[in-house]
């Protein structure tokens, strides 16, 4: 199974970017399909990006879209979340995902084969 690791949170004012990064071991990243949910304080944890396993196809929630820019690295075995003109409602905590399914179904956040521990955005109004 692979173990992955996010880093890259951190506090950010309002209209800031940070770049999240999800590296893993155990296994190479290139057989997974790769994904981004987030979960803030009190609410369910929702989807936010996913990636295929080659790069060739992306997908986004309606409130990250053209903010947020999925994007993964095989050889590094790292997928990345650049983050820009962040809001207040973006705080929460991200995770990274692993899944032999699709970067389409893997929104579903249900056939997730690894989950990150978590990495912390908090952006000030």
């Known amino acids: 199974q692979v173990q992955l690791v996010e880093s890259g949170g951190g506090l950010v004012q309002a209209g800031g970017s940070l770049r999240l990064s999800c590296a893993a071991s155990g296994r190479t990243l290139s057989s997974y399909a790769m994904g981004w949910f987030r979960q803030a304080p009190g609410k369910e944890r929702e989807f936010v990006a996913s990636?295929?396993?080659?790069?060739?196809?992306?997908y986004y929630a309606d409130s990250v879209k053209g903010r947020f820019t999925i994007s993964r690295d095989n050889a590094k075995n790292t997928v990345y979340l650049q983050t820009n003109s962040l809001k207040p409602e973006d705080t929460a905590a991200y995770y990274c995902?692993?899944?032999?399914?699709?970067?389409?179904?893997?929104?579903?956040?249900?056939?997730?084969?690894?989950w990150g521990q978590g990495t912390q955005v908090t952006v000030s109004s």
């Open positions: 990636i295929s396993w080659r790069g060739g196809s992306t």
């Open positions: 995902a692993a899944s032999h399914d699709t970067a389409w179904d893997i929104r579903r956040g249900t056939q997730i084969d690894s």
